[in-house]
């Protein structure tokens, strides 16, 4: 089946660090990706849609000069958290489609957790 | 932004016993999805709805795709302890690579 690899599966670092994740579909091609944020005993909260080779659809409130989303091929996706903060401390979980009527499927997540 | 509503957000079983869970919208969707969570793990799929009145199985697992594709629901039979963990469902309004709308999630519990 189709397997979306998370990297790194959790981070701890210091605040002001910029962090970067990576999110990629291992036996296909992903036309699209979309990072999610998940706070404890929530559910998932879309950041943005990362479509390939164009610029990242936000959703409304998500600062798009502070997550930045490359997807420059069909198979990466990255989020990069910058000048990280304590508030940013979340698990952050991406999901990748082919498109063709396949549904969509999640990565493991990454737990990020700022001191 | 636009939830579907799952309740109740927790539910304790009996191991063996079945259990059958609910997602209603007050929108139509156009494909209906029921993923599972373990602590720490991203979603996975469960089983994947494309259309209205579809009933679909994956082993021990049962779907539907509401008639007014405005619900769907999951039922799990013969309960067993790694059944564990959190039942969200999903829908999308348009094709495969368009956003998912997320319930919140209900959490099952199985006792053996």
């Known amino acids: 089946g189709a397997v979306v690899s998370q990297h790194p599966s959790r981070v701890i670092c210091k605040s002001g660090t910029s962090v970067k994740i990576e999110c990629r579909s291992l036996?296909?091609?992903?036309?699209?990706m979309f990072w999610y944020r998940q706070f404890p005993k929530k559910s998932l909260m879309l950041m943005a849609t990362s479509n390939e080779g164009s610029k990242a659809t936000y959703e409304q409130g998500v600062e798009k000069d502070k997550f930045l989303i490359n997807h420059a091929s069909l198979t990466l996706s990255t989020l990069t958290v910058t000048s990280a903060h304590p508030e940013d401390s979340s698990f952050y979980i991406c999901?990748?489609?082919?498109?063709?009527?396949?549904?969509?499927?999640f990565g493991d997540g990454t737990r990020l957790s700022i001191l | 932004g636009q939830q579907l509503n799952q309740s109740p957000q927790s539910m304790f079983i009996q191991e063996g016993e079945d259990v059958s869970m609910n997602c209603t919208s007050s929108s139509i969707f156009n494909t209906w999805l029921w993923y599972k969570q373990d602590p720490g793990e991203g979603p996975v799929l469960l089983i994947a709805?494309?259309?209205?009145?579809e009933l679909t199985s994956n082993g021990r697992l049962t779907a539907q795709f509401g008639i007014t594709r405005k619900d769907s629901f999951l039922n799990i039979s013969a309960s067993i302890p790694s059944d564990v963990g959190i039942y969200f469902c999903a829908g999308q309004k348009t094709g495969a690579n368009s956003k998912l709308t997320f319930g919140k999630g209900i959490t099952l519990s199985v006792r053996p």
């Open positions: 709805l494309y259309k209205a009145g």
């Open positions: 999901s990748a489609g082919s498109g063709g009527g396949q549904p969509q499927h």
């Open positions: 036996d296909f091609q992903a036309t699209t």
